[in-house]
């Protein structure tokens, strides 16, 4: 299963982390997997280049446990509201998006959100 955790600051989504193997199907070949990894790399690459900030990342191939960071998605580290509102509601998306994947993949994903301060 792998377990997703998403970090909001005062209700702005500034981001994520997934930890294990969802297990939906064989190594190479799990679409679930692919699924997750392809939009996970779509939300570090369209913060770094559409919305040119900075993004701390960390994906551990062995484990493929994945830590994303955007501190732009926050006020007191950006001060162009538009950039903020639009780096949060992209991290927001992803996690609304995997919401809707729990609802038939529930023996493979968890997502949650927790309230942290950075």
């Known amino acids: 299963m792998t377990t997703i ?5 005062c ?4 981001g994520f982390e997934e ?6 199907g064989e190594s190479g070949d799990d679409v679930l997997c692919a699924a997750l990894s392809s939009m996970t790399m779509l939300i570090i690459n369209a913060v770094e280049v559409s919305y040119a900030s900075d993004v701390d990342y960390h994906i551990d191939e062995k484990t ?4 994303v960071i955007v501190k732009s998605a926050l006020p007191k580290y950006e001060s162009d509201e538009k950039k903020q ?13 995997l919401m809707d ?3 038939d993949y529930y023996d493979y994903l968890d997502v949650k959100e ?3 301060d950075i």
Do not use: C, M, N, P
Request: glycine residues 10%; without cysteine.
């Open 5 to 9: 955790t998403f970090y909001k600051s």
């Open 114 to 116: 927790v309230e942290k």
């Open 85 to 97: 509102y639009a780096v949060s509601g992209l991290i927001q998306a992803y996690f609304l998006q």
């Open 101 to 103: 994947l729990v609802e």
């Open 19 to 24: 930890q294990g193997h969802t297990g939906y």
């Open 64 to 67: 493929t446990d994945i830590r």
């Open 11 to 14: 209700g702005f989504y500034y």
